[in-house]
């Protein structure tokens, strides 16, 4: 085992005294803000005996936790003789919640082959970590425990139970527990509709709905987004309209789904009503309500909208950036893409496949080989992303455009690739790895200048098990 260390890092200001009691101890746990300071107040719980209080450990384990360093928590929570329950559980969830749900139903393994006793917080951090794992065998032995051990009766492991079969898509099962609750809160009412909906139920969700003893935001905005996401819009408004006369307030993510639902019905008198509402009811258009906004201005025939409140918004996230790139190459509005590109990189906003996708995008259509290598080199070689299929295909067509291929490839002088050409050549590229600008012009040289299109696509998909390259 990793011994720990005491030193004292200079830059962390914890006064030196001879005494250093719990008391003291929990109060800077609790103004800790990093993981330096954390590592000195270990290092004085440790030199001052105080290693035994169960509560300073747990503290330890969930801030280091939360830090991003799991394996300190490990290392400090294996020094304990004999674990409360408590701080089994507490580190079950940390396992689960920094994504190492596997991890956490081991560590469970273990505390019930040490005999260690569980209570009703044990079991639904285990089920959620069976959801995360996709462990349904796991699952259903964890929901027979709870059972054997006394605390099937208590509503929040019911809860996390009936989650747990909707979210594993067992419908009938998930249904039992939800049937023969004696007790349901609002979470067991909510969980039940939202599943359901999640499965496609919604008639049955419905059912569940109006039989609701007391609706929350929650419940009505689930079964709203349900109607939205199985194309039943007007539903969707008409529930919205009850939900006003009820007088419940709805919250960011039922106005998302409303503006979802105008995309869909290309509405834009019905977008710009629910924009209006949420203005005048005060509504920040934070990067969920303005990405959702802008995607709908754009699709509803209103860029100029979709750029206004992009102005307007005061914090953005990646899919508010990636929103308005592809808003604009959609448009045609191919210098606006490229230059929407550079200010998001200079505001430290770190680009994903999906922005590139755009990029690329707009460098096949302004036909601009150069420049469409350059972002297709800087997404590999300076972000280090891999190309997916979309990305090859970009390429392929920048190619085409160019008429780079019309020279090689024995398709007539003045014939460019079929869109189904394209598809294939992209699978190639991709199917081979090639994330070199260098490689796939190989790539195309080589191929393309004596083969036949249809012929190599044919004989890669039938025949070959090896890269094309290294035939």
Known sequence: MKVLSCYTPYNVNIPQQTRFCSEEARLFLQNCNNFKQLNQIHARIIRFGLTHDQLLIRKLCQLSSSYGKMNYSTLVFDQLTVPDTFTWNIMIRSYNTSGSPEKALLLFKDMLCHGFITDKFTYPFVINACIASNEIDFGRLTHGLSVKMGFWSDVYVQNNMMNFYFKCGNIDDGWKVFDKMRVRNVVSWTTA??????CGKLDTAREIFEVMPSKNVVSWSAMIDGYVKHNQQIKAFDLFERMQLDNVRPNEFTLVSLIKACTDLDSLKL????????LKN?????????????DMYSKC???????????????RNLATWNTMITSFGVHGLTNEVI????????????????????????CAQMKTLEVGQKYFSLMTEHYGI?????????MVELYT????LNEICPLGNTMSLS?????YVAELLQENKLTGIDDIDKFINKHYRNSNLSELVFDHSTISTQPIFNR
């Open 386 to 394: 891999t190309p997916i299929l979309e990305h090859y295909t970009c």
């Open 193 to 198: 509709i939202s599943r359901l909906v999640a």
């Open 419 to 423: 869109t189904k050409e394209n598809h």
């Open 282 to 294: 005060g509504f920040e258009l934070g990067p969920f309500l303005g990405t959702a906004l802008i």
């Open 401 to 404: 455009r160019t008429n780079e």
């Open 339 to 362: 230059a929407l590109f550079e200010e998001m990189e200079k505001a430290n906003v770190v680009p994903d496949a999906i922005t590139f996708v755009g990029v690329l995008s707009v």
């Open 301 to 315: 025939g209103s860029l100029d909208d979709g750029v206004r409140v992009f102005g307007l918004m005061k914090v």
């Open 271 to 278: 977008g710009r009503r629910i924009h209006d509402f949420a």
